[in-house]
């Protein structure tokens, strides 16, 4: 499903995903649970690239987990769009990943975008952990790769209070 071309291939981007018609609201439009959805599927496949997937959580008892996301909804998706998702990893320290992504039309138009801070945790204990160096490599040489896309416009926004 994923642009598997290697983590310092410049942006990692999904297969077109089908709006199943159970994913709409009562709107009419896609339910933004299913933005994360997609989002999310997509975070699991860039994972794998640099090391920290399903097979690494088997094997090491640690996993990445998402402690916080804002999203922006765009333009509305509706039933039989297809949407394809980005993933772009932005920086990293010791323990935590910061990525930007974003839901794209077949159009070209922008659905939505989802900036969002994952950290590395060890299973046993529950609590943050450092990024093993092998991975902390290769996520290194996927920042390095996607700086060739540009710092997103949209990265950094916060929600300003109302007056």
Do not use: C
């Not at 933004?32 to 690239?49: I, K």
């Not at 909804?73 to 992504?101: P, T």
């Not at 092998?134 to 916060?158: F, Q, T, V």
């Amino acid at each position: 499903m994923l642009n598997t071309s290697g983590a310092t291939a410049p942006l990692v981007w999904s297969d077109p995903f089908s709006i199943e018609l159970g994913w709409l609201d009562a709107n009419g439009h896609l339910n933004m649970a299913y933005y994360h959805v997609m989002f999310d599927r997509t975070v699991d496949l860039a994972l794998e690239m640099i090391g920290l997937g399903d097979s690494y959580r088997d094997k090491h008892n640690a996993s990445v987990f998402n402690v916080e996301t804002h999203v922006v909804y765009r333009r509305e998706v509706q039933a039989h769009d297809k949407v394809s998702v980005s993933f772009q990893l932005l920086s990293r320290d010791q323990k935590r990943l910061h990525v930007f992504q974003t839901m794209v039309l077949e159009d070209g138009e922008l659905a939505a975008t989802s900036e969002s801070l994952f950290v590395h945790v060890d299973l046993n204990e529950r609590r943050s952990a450092a990024i093993p160096a092998d991975a902390g490599a290769a996520a290194d040489a996927m920042i390095e790769a996607h700086k060739a896309a540009g710092e997103p416009p949209m990265a950094g926004r916060r929600i300003s209070p109302l007056s």
